[in-house]
């Protein structure tokens, strides 16, 4: 009778297992192309973003996710003015951003880390390093869990998640189907604008290189705010990497750093 109930609660436990992988594998599939067109405007790496929503979400499942399309876990946070929902964590009854859909949700999640000052460091770790921005989101506080990097670098090497970081949607368990995207509407970062897309720098000029930072120098007419919007900078970065404050007139031949110093 043990032998039988043992054997019965190991069926279960299987069937519960696949059930878990039919879900995520159904929420990779789903999200992909979404998290591929997030990494293009901000960089957030699609590999990070999808094992994020696995988790947090767990696939799609979690009360937040379901009644409040918030598949990532953050909270409202004082400069929250959208709808909201609320559920027992940290503290009971917190309170967490909801929104009219999910991909609401990934684009909120890829602005939240692209604009908070405290995982800028990410945004400079080598192209294809998940295992970096796994271990950096967990120093930066985005979760209390001891744990948290290892459980995202599991996921994304468990369901091969680093294959969209080529910047293609390619199908799960179906390597040879690849699908290509229509490239992504480039965002121009304005004065007003808070988001823009990550692009390599421009080929069409000499970049020059000083203490591990690009810089180039300043054309006849050209301002800190049309270097930025060439380079798909934010404002704040191209102040920044310059050492200012404030934005002021440009000299031709003057050295205007694009890239952050080493």
């Not at 692009?199 to 006849?220: C, H, P, Q």
């Not at 301002?223 to 990497?241: D, G, M, V």
């Amino acid at each position: 009778m043990k032998r039988i109930l043992l054997t019965a609660l190991a069926f279960l436990a299987f069937l519960t297992e696949a059930s878990a992988d039919d879900a995520r594998t159904a929420y990779i599939k789903k999200y992909a192309p979404v998290a591929v067109k997030e990494m293009k405007r901000t960089g957030v790496p699609a590999s990070i973003t999808l094992a994020q929503g696995l988790l947090e979400s767990n696939a799609g499942r979690s009360m937040l996710a379901v009644e409040g399309n918030n598949h990532f876990g953050v909270k409202c946070h004082k400069n929250w003015t959208g709808k909201t929902i609320h559920k027992d964590a940290e503290i009971k009854n917190e309170c967490f951003r909801a929104y009219s859909n999910a991909e609401a949700s990934f684009r909120d999640h890829s602005d939240f880390l692209r604009n908070g000052k405290r995982y800028d460091f990410l945004f400079e770790l080598k192209k294809g390093d998940y295992k970096g921005w796994a271990n950096g989101l967990k120093k930066a506080g985005y979760a209390t869990d001891p744990a948290y990097p290892q459980k995202l670098i599991k996921l994304i090497e468990e369901y091969d998640l680093a294959r969209f970081d080529t910047g293609k949607v390619i199908e799960a368990k179906t390597p040879a189907a690849v699908v290509e995207e229509a490239p992504a509407k480039v965002e121009e970062p304005v004065d007003n604008t808070v988001y823009s897309e990550v692009l390599d720098v421009s080929l069409t000029r000499e970049v020059f290189k000083k203490n591990g930072a690009e810089y180039i120098l300043a054309r006849a007419g050209e301002t800190y705010e049309s270097i930025a919007r060439n380079y798909r900078l934010f404002k704040h970065e191209i102040l920044k990497y310059n050492g200012l404050n404030s934005l002021k007139p440009l000299q031709e031949g003057e050295i205007v750093y694009i890239s952050p110093k080493r």
